[in-house]
């Protein structure tokens, strides 16, 4: 029998009994083909054949990383970091790759271990996969370095629910069930090299070597030609009298100068980041000018993103912004402590009588709904006021009428009253669990006199360099008596609160080129030289140009919020 077709093809017969035959044929090969693979794997010949194992499961490898060693166990289709064990039975993998003990020198051309590019190559490894192995064997915790067994420290944890983009090493201080408290942060062992004008640059997100305790408030002001992180013209909210291109400053270098701590990376402050971290959380600056400064400062930097909504009323100023649900708050207190008028013994109507011992009740009311505080105060107490205690006047400044009574607390004595006084009520207050952020005492740069007497910080154009400080006795000691104000508090922590203390006085002390000076406002007809007889300009050298060193402030807030945060996710984790 053959095959019919149509006229015209080429016809080749063939009978069934012959595709019967091929077919048959060919199963059987596929039958024996599959038996043979299943009782004999290839890749396990080939594993055996060339590494000298026979299973994926046997396979490691130890992957460096500048002076880091992961080690990677790799699976049939997934890529997993998880623990390998050593004779100690220590864990030893972390998903970041942190900063051995002893590293070896860096030099300027060399980025430090722990800088982003290892990070970066450390995410790379980290897996894609959720499976419950991976989950199970990636929450261990790291290996504690030298400095950090001989601190006492509590080691991270690292979660392996955490996207590759957030893992963190982040270390959780003092974390107890009465609260934590910190003085910024533990220095580790990392070094830079700040020999450079033009260092490498400071990573914009991601991990710093802050996250392994790095001091911030040791360091060195590097210039940064990616300039302010706003101009003057873009920000609506900008005080006038902190605008100093816009009052006719003819220098800008001192806008691109930024602090460079000695041992790690302050990020660059990222505004979406910031939003992201504050989702649904209100940030308030409550105290005195120099806090309406700093809050201004943050409502620059995010207004390059984002344009919020003014919600202000008479009490207080809030900026909402809409696509993270965050707010900006400004409360006035200028020295943080209760204030009346009213006459009181010998000190009549017409003098604000500060009652040192109890809190600014004006702000104290709203304090629990507030996630972070940054506070800010000190300079107010050059200015006239009575002090009391106990409703008994103790002290005054530029005021005591009766020179046969005995003054018991100056000014400087009331200041650190007043620290412990209203730190001591947030660390108690009942419904009150956030952060507080203590700026330390910003100093001024009056040079020949004070802010009333011709002090003057005309014609800086850059920071003092190394060496070039000179120390402010009224500065160090209104550093030193907030810090024993601050510390008096700590003993007194009840709450689920943090204090924490932003130590920036110091480092600021180098820029006398940051304050506007005789640029105060826009008369084009304003005096900005000294006159014939030697006499300078009427001049602000206490607050601080915008954009300008001010903005290191919210880099710094950022970082230790960032911080606090994810600090508190691992240690409840």
Not at 11 to 34: D, E, K, Q
Not at 271 to 300: H, W, Y
Request: charge should be neutral; aromatic fraction near 10%.
């Amino acid at each position: 029998m053959t095959w019919a077709t149509r006229k015209g093809f080429a016809v080749y017969p063939r009978t069934i009994s012959w595709i019967a035959i091929s077919v048959g044929g060919l199963a059987m090969f596929l039958i024996f083909g599959s038996w043979f693979l299943v009782s004999y794997p290839l890749g396990s010949i080939m594993r055996g054949y060339f590494y000298g194992v026979n299973s994926s499961k046997d396979l490691d490898f130890v992957i460096s990383l500048g002076n880091q060693n992961v080690t990677v166990l790799a699976h049939d289709s997934n890529l997993d970091l998880v623990p390998k064990k050593f004779p100690s039975d220590e864990v030893t993998v972390d998903k970041k790759v942190e900063s051995e003990s002893n590293p070896p020198p860096q030099s300027s051309s060399n980025r430090p271990a722990n800088d982003e590019s290892s990070n970066v190559i450390a995410k790379d490894l980290l897996p894609k996969s959720k499976s419950p192995d991976a989950t199970n064997s990636s929450s261990q915790s790291v290996p504690e370095t030298k400095e950090k067994r001989d601190e006492g420290t509590i080691p991270s944890v690292v979660s392996s629910k955490e996207s590759k983009d957030d893992i963190d090493t982040s270390k959780s201080e003092n974390a107890e069930a009465g609260g934590s408290v910190s003085k910024g942060s533990i220095s580790n062992s990392s070094d830079t090299d700040m020999g450079s004008k033009n260092p490498d640059p400071l990573p914009t997100n991601g991990s710093t070597a802050s996250d392994l305790g790095c001091d911030l408030y040791h360091g060195t002001w590097v210039y940064d030609s990616a300039g302010p992180l706003y101009k003057n013209n873009s920000c609506p909210v900008l005080s006038q009298m902190q605008n100093c291109q816009g009052n006719g400053r003819p220098d800008k270098e001192y806008e691109n100068w930024r602090w460079k701590p000695s041992q790690c990376n302050l990020p660059r402050f990222d505004p979406k980041k910031f939003l992201k971290l504050m989702s649904g959380k209100t940030l308030a600056f409550i105290g005195d000018s120099v806090a309406r400064n700093q809050m201004e400062s943050l409502l620059c930097i995010l207004w390059q993103v984002e344009v919020p909504k003014n919600r202000g009323n008479k009490k207080m100023q809030r900026y909402y912004f809409r696509s993270t649900s965050v707010m900006i708050v400004r409360i006035w207190s200028s020295w943080l402590v209760k204030q009346t008028n009213e006459p009181l013994d010998f000190a009549q109507d017409g003098v604000v009588k500060l009652h040192l011992d109890a809190p600014d009740d004006h702000f104290m009311e709203f304090v629990p709904n507030f996630d972070v505080i940054v506070m800010s105060s000190g300079h107010w107490f050059a200015k006239q006021s009575v002090y009391v205690l106990n409703n008994e006047i103790v002290g005054g400044q530029l005021w005591w009428p009766d020179k046969s009574r005995r003054m018991k607390v100056n000014n400087i004595e009331a200041f650190q009253i007043s620290v412990e006084t209203i730190l001591t009520a947030l660390a108690t207050s009942p419904n009150y669990t956030g952060l507080t952020i203590v700026r330390s005492y910003s100093p001024d740069h009056y040079e020949g006199g004070a802010w009333n007497t011709g002090g003057s910080c005309t014609g800086k154009d850059r920071p003092l360099a190394l060496g070039e400080r000179v120390e402010n006795k009224f500065t160090n000691i209104m550093h030193d008596k907030q810090l024993s104000g601050f510390n008096a508090a700590i003993k007194k922590l009840k709450n689920k609160s943090r204090l924490i203390l932003m130590d920036i006085t110091e480092a600021f002390e180098y820029r006398h080129d940051g304050h506007p000076g005789p640029y105060r406002n826009t008369d084009p007809n304003k005096l900005t030289k000294r006159g014939p007889d030697g006499k300078p300009p009427p001049q602000d050298c206490l607050h601080w140009c915008m954009p300008g060193p001010v903005d290191t402030w919210n880099e710094l807030v950022l970082d230790i919020i960032r911080r606090d945060f994810e600090g508190n996710q691992h240690f409840s984790s």
